[in-house]
């Protein structure tokens, strides 16, 4: 067998999942068509590609890391939006190209991140003075956690601005400026390690998100966007007081100033002031999750917002909250989050699962149901990392890119029937299915993924965080009625999912006004498709993602169970005090400060001149 | 009990059977030769009148064409399981002597017979179920077949009218669907919609709405303050600087110890002050006070004493400004019994004596120098 006709054989699966994709849809247009088998053909690259086989031979030898990757990643499209400033206000189509180009490029880029086997510790390292006076430097990496967090918004972001791009025609210009930034703060958010960087990321995001929304929305626009800012800022100040008085307590035992994360992780404060860090970190994080009872700004975001807002909203904006919880809350503050697991755990089912999707069931809009569902997910999300065990958190993690899909394809189609009747009631629907035969089954399909039916993506994250509920130790005994609930939370989602779905697409046609309703689009299609290939991708073959941030789930968990013992016997010892543990070695280890050489010469302390007084 | 049960199966089955297959059409009226006068309207225009079909009149003499028999695709896999399940039992007749599945279930049953006794695998029992098992088959159509056949439906109907609570209860399905609706999904309903009207006017009214009020309200109060009179903002100016002279004229002491508990060497440095003189007094334990360095005020603005372990001391500063006003702060200090009171240090350091019998703090390898206050 000669090399051409072997490497034929090899391809006839991509070429079999080209053929389904280009053929079996009923679709007139050619483009449609090959991008339908372009996407199925890229599922099947992608399955291909991370299969553990691969990922074994690659570990054998691990291709080298570009300390680069992630600063291309990352400012790739800040540059991009300052290179849109520079063009033409009247050319949108040439805008919304370069757009959707450097999009492109970076969710490429990004591909990148998983060629290299995910051991723990940090990879893609990249670390540079920034601010040396205030011991403030760039620093930047990513882990099997961050990395899916990266893909998920370099995978979503460019889906959401072709969405976008289709039904918002004012003010391209603009349009494009902000979804770029907003692409690369967030992914900046993702990667820092240095809590400066992070918190400029941090804030840096809310910008481009609030234009968005205040600018793209709809009637109530204006209020909407200041609650989302005002309610997320009101956090990050306090998280920024933290980080400022975490800072001072460490130069004040450490001698030396960083704001570095790894330096700061193995700080272990007071008890009074571990405890209030820890709520100020938690409550930055929890609003932007977001939580019972600080969830009230998402449904009014969500309603205004345009679709791709809102679809990057839900699909990576909130995952920074739950991401953040796991890197600071429970990297840093390890036995408050300990100590406050348990009853979070009891507020994320009972005010987050159960009461948000009680809540949902009886919205009248449809834009509405799904950001409570959303807070019910994400309430799933917060179980899992408050569990504490390496299943809930593997879990979690999964189920922060199972929401990402499954909601950000629920905005998109819930965008499509908005572009075309302007309102989104349940009540003015009914019977669309017969009318939009293909968007319905886009609409059943996403819906089952997002109740979490098996073989679809949320069955498996909402099964491991149930079963890291039911084997917490962090809960203790209140872990199998947790759990019990969680799982009757599941059945919720099908109740309030399936009631509106019901009643919109299914029984009479009876609203005169959608009769001559078009069915998806080209462009609809076309972004539709890879969110419903990656269904059942991360629903048939978990074991791609999860394999991937296996490691360092682990050691993230056995780190957390370690700084809480570390920290119950510095507390213990005296609670009045803040002490410095030793560092971690090896690839955790990496990208630490320096320690001084030698002491500067502080200023001496009033104590010590007179220590030296009542010596001589 | 068993029993009962097989006798009720036959006889729905075949009430089921000889009302659907026996007895006279009751569907509707048959015309020969019918055509469907929707069928033109619906084909010319199918968006239309999609429910027109769902929506008809029951009490309506309705026509339609000769009841016929389902097109193959459905015919098919129908003789197909039919065929089958005519068959399937003989499979695994002991009478027949066929074990085709005896052992089909084994493994699942596995571990279940650890735990269940199984009573009969007896063979010798088998004729005698089997008998009475297609005997009570038989009387359950037997029944079906006098109550629904014999005299055209009428003892179903007379037991119906006879017993009308019992047929009401078993036409609704002994309510169960209903009583579902009245508990469970009336509850949740319920806390639904109270959780709705919580969201908005509770949850969202206290973080949101009143939050906002407060901070509209306090804007509200202070915009009055804000005029744009110069002379209010004149009247405000004097108030305020007739308060701060106020303070400036009268005498404030304060003073800051340091302490040092392992040395047992304390100082007490007085706040500065406009024009201030100090005099400085102390107590031991419970004595009286003596001044230092004589009554009248000067300008020594620190005092530092030693204490013994366990001894106590109440240091007094009074302060005199330039008009001669007196002001005075006490400061008592205890020095502790133990040189090192528990967890002074953290875990991982450890305090030695040197050789002069001074503490000395090691720190473990690797750990930077820490500044200050241990030494």
Same mark, same amino acid.
């Given at each position: 067998m000669n090399s051409l006709s072997s490497s034929l054989v090899q391809a006839w699966p991509y070429a079999a999942a080209f053929a389904?994709? %280009?053929?079996?849809? @009923?679709?007139?247009?050619?483009? &449609?068509?090959?991008?339908?088998?372009?996407?199925? =053909?890229?599922?099947?690259?992608?399955?291909?590609? +991370?299969?553990?086989?691969?990922? #074994?031979?690659?570990?054998?030898?691990?291709? +080298?890391?570009?300390? $680069?990757?992630?600063?291309?990643?990352? !400012?790739?499209?800040?540059?991009?939006?300052?290179?849109?400033?520079?063009?033409?206000?009247?050319?949108? $189509?040439?805008?919304?190209?370069?757009? +959707? #180009?450097? /999009?492109?490029?970076?969710?490429?880029?990004?591909?990148?991140?998983?060629?290299?086997?995910?051991?723990?510790?940090?990879?893609?390292?990249?670390? @540079? &003075?920034?601010?040396?006076? !205030?011991?403030?430097?760039?620093?930047? %990496?990513?882990?099997?956690?961050?990395?899916?967090?990266?893909?998920?918004?370099?995978?979503?972001?460019?889906?959401?601005?072709?969405?976008? !791009?289709?039904? =918002?025609?004012?003010?391209?210009?603009?349009?494009?400026?902000?979804?770029?930034?907003?692409?690369?703060?967030? /992914?900046?958010? !993702?990667?820092?390690?240095?809590?400066?960087?992070?918190?400029?990321?941090?804030?840096?995001? =809310?910008?481009?998100? =609030?234009?968005?929304?205040?600018?793209?929305?709809? #009637?109530?626009?204006?209020?909407?966007?200041?609650?989302?800012?005002?309610?997320?800022?009101?956090?990050?100040?306090?998280?920024? %007081?933290?980080?400022?008085?975490?800072?001072?307590?460490?130069?004040?035992?450490?001698?030396?100033?960083?704001?570095?994360?790894?330096?700061?992780?193995?700080?272990?404060?007071? $008890?009074? %002031?571990a405890y209030l860090c820890f709520a100020a970190f938690a409550l930055a994080f929890l609003i932007k999750v977001p939580m019972f009872p600080l969830h009230t700004w998402l449904p009014d975001a969500h309603v205004q917002a345009p679709t791709g807002g809102s679809v990057i909203l839900a699909a990576v904006l909130l995952k920074l909250g739950t991401y953040a919880y796991i890197r600071f809350c429970m990297g840093m503050f390890a036995g408050p989050a300990y100590a406050a697991a348990a009853n979070l755990a009891g507020v994320a089912i009972g005010g987050g699962i159960l009461y948000a999707a009680l809540v949902a069931w009886k919205q009248t809009d449809i834009k509405k149901l799904i950001a409570y569902s959303s807070v019910a997910h994400l309430g799933f999300v917060m179980l899992g990392l408050f569990t504490g065990t390496e299943a809930g958190i593997a879990g979690g993690v999964l189920q922060m890119v199972n929401h990402g899909i499954s909601t950000g394809a629920l905005f998109i189609l819930v965008g499509v029937i908005y572009d075309r009747r302007h309102t989104r009631l349940v009540s003015e629907f009914g019977g669309l299915a017969k009318v939009m035969p293909i968007y319905t089954a886009c609409f059943v399909l996403i819906t089952m993924s997002s109740i979490g039916v098996p073989g679809t993506n949320g069955f498996v994250g909402e099964f491991m965080v149930i079963m890291g509920s039911f084997t917490s130790s962090v809960l203790g005994s209140h872990g199998k009625l947790q759990g019990g609930l969680a799982a009757f939370g599941v059945i919720l989602a099908a109740v309030y999912m399936l009631s509106m779905v019901q009643k919109t697409f299914f029984g009479p046609l009876s609203n005169p006004k959608n009769k001559h309703l078009k069915d998806l689009n080209v462009r609809e299609t076309v972004v539709l498709a890879p969110l419903i290939a990656m269904v059942f991708v991360l629903g048939l073959f978990p074991n791609l993602f999860l394999d991937r941030m296996k490691s360092s789930v682990s050691g993230v968990t056995a780190r957390f169970m370690d700084s809480t013992r570390e920290f119950r016997n510095a507390m213990d010892t005296n609670p009045d005090r803040a002490v410095l543990l030793p560092r971690l070695s090896g690839a955790l280890s990496s990208g630490y400060p320096e320690d001084p050489k030698k002491q500067t010469e502080a200023p001496e302390s009033a104590t010590a001149a007179l220590d030296k007084e009542s010596a001589q | 009990m068993g029993l009962l049960g097989a006798v009720m199966t036959a006889f729905y089955m075949f009430r089921l059977y000889f009302r659907i297959f026996h007895g006279e059409f009751k569907g509707w009226k048959i015309v020969k030769n019918w055509v469907d006068p929707h069928a033109h309207a619906a084909h010319a225009d199918d968006h239309h009148d999609d429910h027109a079909h769902h929506e008809f009149d029951p009490d309506e003499a309705r026509e339609g064409p000769t009841p016929h028999e389902s097109p193959w695709q459905m015919t098919t896999p129908l003789v197909i399981l039919a065929g089958l399940a005519a068959v399937a039992g003989f499979l695994n007749a002991p009478l027949l002597h066929m074990h085709a599945l005896e052992h089909w279930l084994e493994p699942v049953f596995k571990l279940a017979s650890t735990g269940v006794k199984s009573i009969d695998p007896d063979h010798h029992m088998m004729l005698t179920l089997a008998v009475p098992g297609v005997l009570v088959g038989v009387a359950g159509v037997g029944i079906a077949w006098f109550f629904y056949i014999s005299k055209g439906g009428e003892p179903a109907a007379e037991l119906a009218d006879k017993f009308p609570g019992v047929h009401r209860f078993l036409m609704n399905k002994w309510w169960m669907d209903e009583f579902y609706e009245e508990t469970f999904i009336g509850a949740v309903d319920a806390l639904a919609e109270f959780f709705t009207w919580a969201d908005k006017w509770i949850v969202d009214g206290i973080v949101a709405r009143l939050t906002a009020g407060i901070v509209q309200v306090t804007g509200t109060v202070l915009r009055y303050a804000q005029t744009g009179r110069v002379q209010a903002y004149a009247a405000a100016m004097v108030l305020g600087t007739a308060c701060l002279g106020w303070f400036m004229l009268t005498p404030h002491a304060s003073a800051k110890p340091f302490e040092n508990h392992r040395t047992g060497s304390y100082r007490v440095e007085a706040a500065p002050g406009l024009g201030y003189t100090y005099r400085w007094s102390s107590k031991q334990g419970d004595g009286d006070f003596k001044f230092e360095g004589g009554e009248e005020f000067g300008d020594q603005r620190t005092t530092s004493f030693s204490l013994d372990r366990g001894a106590e001391r109440t240091v007094r500063l009074e302060v005199q400004d330039a008009f001669g006003h007196h002001s005075s702060w006490e400061y008592a200090v205890t020095r502790p019994k133990d040189d090192r009171p528990p967890g002074s240090a953290p875990a991982n350091m450890v305090i030695q004596q040197d050789d002069q019998g001074r503490p000395h703090l090691v720190l473990p390898p690797g750990h930077p120098a820490p500044q200050g206050d241990t030494q």
């Open positions: 389904v994709g %280009a053929l079996i849809p @009923r679709r007139e247009s050619k483009f &449609e068509r090959f991008a339908l088998g372009i996407v199925g =053909l890229l599922a099947a690259a992608f399955i291909s590609s +991370m299969w553990p086989e691969k990922a #074994v031979e690659n570990a054998a030898a691990p291709p +080298m890391e570009w300390d $680069q990757l992630l600063n291309l990643i990352v !400012f790739l499209p800040i540059v991009g939006a300052v290179a849109i400033l520079f063009m033409p206000r009247q050319s949108p $189509q040439l805008l919304r190209r370069v757009t +959707m #180009v450097i /999009l492109g490029l970076d969710f490429i880029a990004s591909l990148w991140l998983l060629k290299v086997p995910m051991t723990d510790g940090w990879h893609f390292q990249y670390v @540079r &003075e920034w601010l040396p006076g !205030f011991g403030i430097r760039y620093h930047v %990496a990513v882990d099997g956690i961050s990395v899916w967090l990266v893909i998920l918004s370099t995978f979503t972001t460019p889906l959401a601005a072709y969405a976008s !791009f289709g039904s =918002l025609k004012k003010r391209t210009k603009d349009l494009c400026f902000s979804l770029l930034l907003l692409h690369g703060a967030m /992914l900046g958010a !993702f990667v820092s390690l240095d809590l400066f960087l992070f918190y400029v990321f941090w804030e840096l995001m =809310l910008v481009p998100m =609030l234009i968005l929304i205040g600018i793209w929305g709809g #009637v109530e626009k204006i209020k909407a966007s200041y609650k989302f800012f005002l309610y997320t800022m009101a956090g990050s100040l306090l998280m920024l %007081a933290a980080i400022l008085y975490m800072v001072w307590t460490h130069e004040q035992v450490a001698g030396y100033v960083t704001f570095d994360y790894l330096a700061l992780s193995r700080l272990v404060l007071p $008890q009074t %002031a | -």
